[in-house]
């Protein structure tokens, strides 16, 4: 009988230290998995609805991109973004990443030097330097925006593409100028889609 008086008090033992075990595993769980998640998401929701939901753009009621990512503008037409080395394809946001290799390594120095060509080539009128943001990608391989003088850089491309005065076109890229934020981090800057949706809208009224 000593050996069932041993087991019982054994039982009683490991639910003493059991039971407090579970009731903490249990409130964690549900603060943390539960009420914590549901207060920030109310939170955010009612503060920056736009923000929470991933800072979508929308045109004529659909869904057409998010000012986080970039896209891929290729043709004559459109401002041009970052070049992206996300796989397998360019902006792929469920991939991001950059290209990994260092200034000196030979393929990022080709990569770049063919990039500059292409820039050159197909904006004939620009003698200056090329923005380096138009021929280096990001560590995100994301960017939707670029510089303002890289937007500066595609205004004659551009105009020419949709037959529009230099100027008008110009004076779109000052509307959509973004400053450093909260007036001290980063450099002024240029939502390619926002210009690109912006554009399209200028030429229907052309």
Not at 129 to 155: K, M
Request: proline content about 7%; charged content about 20%; glycine content about 10%.
């Amino acid at each position: 009988m000593a050996w069932r008086r041993g087991v019982k008090r054994l039982e009683r033992i490991i639910m003493k230290v059991i039971r407090p075990l579970l009731v903490v595993f249990g409130g964690l769980s549900l603060i943390t998995g539960l009420a914590y998640p549901l207060v920030t998401t109310g939170i955010a929701q009612a503060a920056f609805p736009a923000q929470a939901n991933g800072s979508l753009i929308e045109k004529d009621g659909k869904v057409v991109g998010s000012r986080l990512i970039g896209q891929n503008f290729a043709g004559e037409q459109y401002f041009w973004g970052r070049p992206s080395a996300t796989s397998p394809m360019p902006y792929n946001a469920g991939n991001s990443g950059g290209s990994n290799l260092g200034p000196t390594n030979p393929a990022q120095l080709a990569a770049v030097k063919g990039n500059v060509e292409a820039i050159r080539k197909a904006h004939p009128t620009q003698t200056g330097p090329v923005p380096v943001d138009l021929v280096t990608a990001s560590a995100s391989g994301l960017d939707p925006e670029i510089s303002v003088a890289s937007a500066y850089y595609q205004v004659d491309r551009v105009a020419a593409a949709r037959k529009l005065p230099a100027d008008a076109v110009r004076k779109l890229v000052d509307g959509r100028i973004v400053g450093e934020t909260f007036g001290l981090l980063g450099e002024p800057r240029v939502n390619v889609l926002e210009l690109n949706l912006a554009l399209d809208e200028l030429s229907k009224k052309a």
